[in-house]
């Protein structure tokens, strides 16, 4: 079996007409060039160099090996060269996240992926965090953006961001001055998300003891849904409070206070290891720079405007119908 560096040896020994010129090119000793000489015939079976002649002078062997040499050593430069320039790393990235992701720092991602990498063929999906798991596991996906609960040791992991969920309701469902009882939460709506979702597994401990498994309840993946569901006033749910904190200073939803609180939920980038994993982990590094989950559709144009704004635009005048509302009641 051969080495890239015996090929080296190989390739320069012939370009420069010399073994010590070879030596001082790979900034090395004429005897270590030698021996790689050496090694590279006794795995070849056959000797490269006609030793009768003062030059180093390839043998018929050695000029075949010279060609098989070059190209090797073009392809491995021209594969370093892609994996250390962003610019001309072409392929397809398939990436998975969560709808929390996806209704908050996601286009920002993916204008920083393609300015650093504008070869890239960007695929994102949005699923369940035990669907993206087993996608990555499949190969069906190259990196999933997720709660850490769904990690596992085989896959390699980065911290990306922390969110804190809270319950919340519609104004006047249920006090908000107090803490809300287990028998109180028990008996509205809980409107939650699925079995696969991250959240689902991590918050399962927290409502067991609450009984909770007896309420009424409706699941679905769809948060914007839930954000729906709990604005209408149809029951109460657990959802991030930072990106909302628009619809609760339009009084759309009011936080519930519980005891204890609901743990936080730590979000981590996920890839393979191994193969592609330099890739995954640099992209895995620009999530984490633009992991922000304060605001909603982070987008250059919502940027530059009120937050409060993404209330009106995400519910159609919920808080303007409120304070017309409250107008009217003055």
Known sequence: MFTYKQLEALYWIAELNGFAAAARKLNTTQSAISKRVQELESSLGAPLFDRAQRNAKLSERGAEVLHLAKRLLEQRDAAIEQLSNPAVISRRVRIGVTELTAITWLPRFVRLLRKNYPQIVVEPDVDASVNLRDRLLADEMDLIIVPEVVAQPRLAKLHLGTVQLVWMCKPGLLPTSRLVSQDELAATTILTQGGTSGTAILFEPWLRPLA??????????????????????????????????????????????????????????LYRSGGQSSLMSSIANLAQEVCDFSKLFQTSAFDAKDPTDLGVALFGGVGAAKSRGRTRAR
């Open 212 to 269: 909770l498994a007896q309420a009424r309840t409706i699941n679905s993946n769809n948060m914007l849904a839930l954000i729906g569901f709990t604005v209408a006033g149809i029951g109460v749910s657990y959802l991030p409070r930072a990106c909302l904190q628009p619809l609760i200073d339009r009084r759309a939803l009011a936080v519930l206070k519980t005891s204890p609180a609901l743990p936080l939920v730590n979000y981590v980038a």
